[in-house]
């Protein structure tokens, strides 16, 4: 066996290690992901001094990146929960639609309400409204349920500032703005297009009445007052709305243009979304009736969950580096160089046999990052941006029993694990595959 082989075949061993310690023997991902890093390290062959090294480096490049992101979109997601901001959202959009179209209304809230927020965030700040506009219209849970979730998972997958994304972002040192501005186009038209059909398919779906997420929330919680609706949309984006605003500065502006050098500050995300909270505190915060000492609180209750996050993030950016340290991505680049495949496929195909094996989409996304870097070389004709949004649609794919959104796509909707695997599972191996097909139609139109 070659010595390439050999590297691909213990990056694989490691993968199957990580999914048995986790799914196996319940063991924690972050610490799941350390182990299997130094597995990859010693057998690649890497110095014992320098396989902790390159984990240590892979952790600090991946959070220093997007620390600040995940933490300032935290932030953002509580103030609009609070506010009752996200349900001026959705009795707007409900309002407009109708509650014959309430799939397509949800689809399309779940799409604007996760830009700033994690999957998990956003589920947890919308369900109490599903089950409220369920007990009004008599629709079945999966009608709106589904579809909902489907423009989370999109925007979560594909879209910046999310971690994943912005990982991969930094990795592939990509365009922040025209990343957002493709990615929208891309993952739009996916959420229109899945979340209906799933919504009427889950109409099929018998649900045991009851649970304790139902009862939870029997009672709408009432904000006394509550943003507008044009105010509550600016303010989701307005970091979005910042860094594009940079990227038509870099394509309009000459490069020693003061203005051009001001809008590339304003428009990183960092300062986008620090900018962002800081207006969210006013008009989710002050204007809402609350003081500064409610907000500190809403700001720091909102931050302890992140640091899990933030450790699987940096853990998974720990294993990255490791893989590429041991020569694991050369040996892809090498057994892949001569392949007429396109790497936007190759790129899809990485990133969804990694989310398969971890269940995380933003491992999966900024593993693979990693591992095509050293590929993107050889393809000079394929945009990075769009290999950012083809490795998002990769880590879409098959989530089961070992993704946390599985879990609490089952849990709050009262499913068993057979009806969740039928309905989610499905929605996002779908959604993957559909997503994979609109990159590649993007790419032949650019």
């Given at each position: 066996?070659?010595?390439?082989?050999?590297?691909?075949?213990?990056?694989?061993?490691?993968?199957?290690?990580?999914?048995?310690?986790?799914?196996?023997?319940?063991?924690?991902?972050?610490?799941?992901?350390?182990?299997?890093?130094?597995?990859?390290?010693?057998?690649?062959?890497?110095?014992?001094?320098?396989?902790?090294?390159?984990?240590?480096?892979?952790?600090?490049?991946?959070?220093?990146?997007?620390?600040?992101?995940?933490?300032?979109?935290?932030?953002?997601?509580?103030?609009?929960?609070?506010?009752?901001?996200?349900?001026?959202?959705?009795?707007?959009?409900?309002?407009?639609?109708?509650?014959?179209?309430?799939?397509?209304?949800?689809?399309?809230?779940?799409?604007?309400?996760?830009?700033?927020?994690?999957?998990?965030?956003?589920?947890?700040?919308?369900?109490?409204?599903?089950?409220?506009?369920?007990?009004?219209?008599?629709?079945?849970?999966?009608?709106?349920?589904?579809?909902?979730?489907?423009?989370?998972?999109?925007?979560?997958?594909?879209?910046?500032?999310?971690?994943?994304?912005?990982?991969?972002?930094?990795?592939?040192?990509?365009?922040?703005?025209?990343?957002?501005?493709?990615?929208?186009?891309?993952?739009?038209?996916?959420?229109?297009?899945?979340?209906?059909?799933?919504g009427r398919l889950g109409q099929r779906v018998v649900v045991e009445s009851g649970g304790k997420f139902a009862e939870q929330f029997a009672r709408p919680v009432e904000h006394?007052?509550?943003?507008?609706?044009?105010?509550?949309?600016?303010?989701?984006?307005?970091?979005?709305?910042?860094?594009?605003?940079?990227?038509?500065?870099?394509?309009?502006?000459?490069?020693?243009?003061?203005?051009?050098?001001?809008?590339?500050?304003?428009?990183?995300?960092?300062?986008?979304?620090?900018?962002?909270?800081?207006?969210?505190?006013?008009?989710?915060?002050?204007?809402?009736?609350?003081?500064?000492?409610?907000?500190?609180?809403?700001?720091?209750d909102c931050l302890g969950p992140v640091a899990s996050v933030l450790l699987v993030v940096g853990a998974g950016g720990g294993f990255n580096k490791v893989l590429i340290a041991?020569?694991?991505?050369?040996?892809?680049?090498?057994?892949?160089?001569?392949?007429?495949?396109?790497?936007?496929?190759?790129?899809?195909?990485?990133?969804?046999?990694?989310?398969?094996?971890?269940?995380?989409?933003?491992?999966?996304?900024?593993?693979?990052?990693?591992?095509?870097?050293?590929?993107?070389?050889?393809?000079?004709?394929?945009?990075?941006?769009?290999?950012?949004?083809?490795?998002?649609?990769?880590?879409?794919?098959?989530?089961?029993?070992?993704?946390?959104?599985?879990?609490?796509?089952?849990?709050?909707?009262?499913?068993?694990?057979?009806?969740?695997?039928?309905?989610?599972?499905?929605?996002?191996?779908?959604?993957?595959?559909?997503?994979?097909?609109?990159?590649?139609?993007?790419?032949?139109?650019?």
């Amino acid at each position: 066996m070659s010595h390439n082989a050999q590297l691909i075949l213990y990056t694989l061993v490691a993968i199957g290690l990580l999914v048995a310690l986790v799914v196996r023997w319940k063991l924690n991902s972050f610490i799941a992901l350390v182990i299997a890093s130094l597995f990859v390290g010693v057998c690649s062959g890497l110095k014992p001094a320098d396989i902790g090294k390159a984990f240590q480096e892979g952790v600090g490049g991946v959070l220093g990146s997007i620390a600040m992101v995940i933490g300032l979109g935290a932030v953002i997601g509580k103030m609009l929960a609070e506010s009752g901001g996200a349900q001026q959202i959705t009795n707007t959009f409900v309002r407009v639609f109708g509650a014959e179209k309430l799939h397509w209304a949800l689809t399309v809230i779940g799409f604007v309400v996760g830009l700033p927020v994690f999957f998990a965030v956003g589920f947890v700040l919308l369900v109490p409204i599903v089950y409220a506009l369920l007990r009004e219209t008599r629709k079945p849970l999966l009608y709106a349920g589904l579809p909902l979730v489907t423009g989370l998972a999109c925007v979560h997958s594909l879209v910046p500032p999310h971690p994943g994304v912005m990982a991969a972002i930094g990795v592939l040192k990509c365009d922040v703005g025209k990343t957002i501005l493709w990615s929208i186009i891309v993952a739009l038209p996916l959420a229109l297009l899945v979340g209906p059909i799933a919504g009427r398919l889950g109409q099929r779906v018998v649900v045991e009445s009851g649970g304790k997420f139902a009862e939870q929330f029997a009672r709408p919680v009432e904000h006394p007052n509550p943003p507008s609706f044009g105010l509550t949309l600016f303010t989701i984006l307005l970091p979005v709305a910042l860094m594009l605003v940079a990227t038509a500065a870099d394509l309009m502006l000459a490069l020693e243009s003061p203005l051009r050098k001001w809008s590339g500050f304003i428009g990183h995300p960092v300062t986008a979304l620090t900018v962002a909270t800081l207006f969210s505190f006013y008009s989710f915060g002050v204007a809402r009736g609350f003081n500064a000492q409610q907000i500190l609180k809403f700001s720091e209750d909102c931050l302890g969950p992140v640091a899990s996050v933030l450790l699987v993030v940096g853990a998974g950016g720990g294993f990255n580096k490791v893989l590429i340290a041991g020569g694991v991505g050369t040996a892809i680049s090498e057994l892949t160089a001569g392949l007429s495949v396109s790497l936007l496929l190759l790129g899809w195909l990485i990133a969804a046999a990694i989310r398969i094996a971890v269940g995380s989409a933003t491992v999966a996304i900024t593993a693979a990052a990693g591992l095509v870097l050293p590929i993107l070389g050889n393809h000079p004709e394929t945009k990075p941006e769009l290999l950012v949004i083809a490795l998002g649609a990769g880590s879409m794919i098959l989530s089961h029993v070992n993704d946390g959104g599985f879990w609490i796509v089952k849990e709050y909707f009262n499913l068993t694990v057979a009806q969740t695997l039928k309905t989610w599972t499905m929605i996002t191996t779908a959604g993957s595959v559909l997503a994979l097909l609109l990159v590649l139609l993007l790419e032949a139109l650019l």
